[in-house]
Every structure is written in C-alpha cells, then in structure tokens.
C-alpha cells in the first residue's frame, strides 16, 4: 500500500506519523491487499468557528474510493478516530462486495438433465444422476406434472438445480416424456 501524508499550513509532528504508520499497519492486517494507495491530508483551519485541524483520509480501493474527513481540535484522537470510520467503511465495502459475488449463486437456478438414480417413494424423495456424475437431490414437492409413484429409476427428467443445506438440490424436476 502507498502512504502520502500531506501537511497544509503545518508542520507533520513525529508522533503524528507514528500513529499514522501505526493504523497502516492495523489496515494491512485487517483489510490484507485491499487498499491500493492512501493519501491523509491534515490542515491547520483558522475558520473563526471551527479553527483546529482538519484532517482528510483518501483510500483508492478496487473500483472505488473511501473518503473519510474529519474536524476537531487536536490531530492524535482525529487520526484515531478517521482510521477507525476507515476500517467500519472498508469492512462494509467488503462485505458489499462478497454480497454481489454471491448474488447469483443464491438465486441460481441452472436447468440440467440427468436420470433418475434412485428413488424412496415411502420417504417421498430421490436422487438424480447428472451426464457429470453428480448427485442431486430431489423431494417429491419439487415435481412438476407428475407424482412419485409414476417415476421410475432410469428415468430422464429435466431439473432446476439449486444449493441446499447439504449441498446440490433440484429446485423443480420435470420427467421428459
């Protein structure tokens, strides 16, 4: 990750970089290879309202930027406190970000053929071999016009597949007549 800290109307104290190489290395830790370059700008304001410092954090990150910006009256707790809004920010951008990843996976719904590999009519579910040799479970409620009792072992059907608690599932089966 590249660092530029910047100082306006100031002069960069040590212990202020210290701190900042301090929440370098806590990103790094947390957020491994998340962000590309990280520019803190800290200036020294004479607003007659606001005066002090403020204090202005830029992450680039994949396809986006987090800005996070900061007023107060000294620099340390600014710092402490912009890095950690930093971290809250970067910790819902990933979670955003495994969320769209496994947006398609949720609602997948890949339609496939296979036969029927073994049945339990009693027990009112099966088993669906795919030209892959997997195995896909089936229930009797998944069907589509017809019942357990008029499928046999061998048969071809065509089915949704799905993700289930114990892996794949069919969503809806459907025998090809």
């Not at 929440?23 to 491994?32: A, M, Q, S």
């Not at 990150?61 to 600014?78: I, M, Q, W």
Request: aromatic share 6%; hydrophobic share 35%.
């Amino acid at each position: 990750m590249e660092v530029q800290v910047e100082a306006r109307n100031l002069e960069i104290r040590k212990s202020w970089q210290e701190k900042i190489e301090d929440e370098k290395e806590r990103l790094n830790r947390h957020h491994p290879g998340l962000v590309h370059n990280l520019r803190i700008t800290i200036e020294e304001t004479t607003h007659h309202k606001t005066g002090g410092f403020e204090l202005r954090i830029v992450a680039s990150v994949p396809s986006d930027t987090v800005v996070v910006k900061r007023k107060g009256e000294a620099v340390r707790p600014l710092l402490v406190e912009a890095f950690d809004t930093l971290g809250l920010q970067l910790k819902e951008f990933q979670r955003k970000r495994r969320q769209t990843s496994k947006a398609p996976e949720v609602g997948r719904s890949l339609s496939g053929e296979g036969v029927i590999k073994s049945l339990f009519a009693y027990e009112a579910y099966g088993f669906i071999a795919t030209p892959e040799g997997q195995e896909v479970y089936f229930h009797e409620n998944s069907l589509k016009d017809s019942a357990m009792d008029q499928l046999s072992v061998g048969d071809v059907v065509k089915f949704g597949e799905g993700e289930g608690d114990k892996g794949p599932c069919a969503a809806w089966v459907k025998a090809v007549k």
